[in-house]
Structure formats: structure tokens, C-alpha cells
């Protein structure tokens, strides 16, 4: 999991929770994090790793998240 770290330190940044409390199984839903949310947190994740993220499914949990953006690496 490439990119979860990065991930949990914006959850926990945006929500205000632990980064310890994100787990990879969390879902956003649970985390406090709707789909305002979510395009923000989008945006945030782009200027840490600095790649464009094109979200195109659905994604419920930080390790789909962080596998979607894996995925788009190549």
C-alpha cells in the first residue's frame, strides 16, 4: 500500500481523528467524509504525491483509494 500513509495524514488532517484510527478497511463514510469531502481530499492527496488524480469509480475505503491510485501509476 503505496499510498496509504499519505491518505490516512489527510483523513486525519480533514476529520480531525488519529492517524492511527485510519485503518485500510475504514470507509469514508465512517470516517466523517462525504462526497464534498472526498473531491477535496482528492485535490489534497494530488499536491502531496503530485499526480493527477481522475476518480472514475467508486471508491468506499482508503485501501481502494490507495489501490485506485496504484493503479493509475502503473
Known amino acids: 500500500m503505496k499510498y496509504f500513509d499519505v491518505i490516512a495524514k489527510i483523513v486525519a488532517e480533514r476529520t480531525g481523528c488519529e492517524v492511527s484510527e485510519v485503518k485500510p478497511e475504514s470507509r469514508f463514510s465512517e470516517l466523517g467524509i462525504d462526497s464534498l469531502d472526498t473531491v477535496e481530499l482528492l485535490m489534497s492527496l494530488e499536491d502531496e504525491i503530485g499526480v493527477e488524480i481522475e476518480l472514475d469509480q467508486k471508491v468506499e475505503t482508503v485501501e481502494d ?10
Open 65 to 74: 483509494l490507495d489501490r485506485f491510485i496504484e493503479s493509475r501509476q502503473g
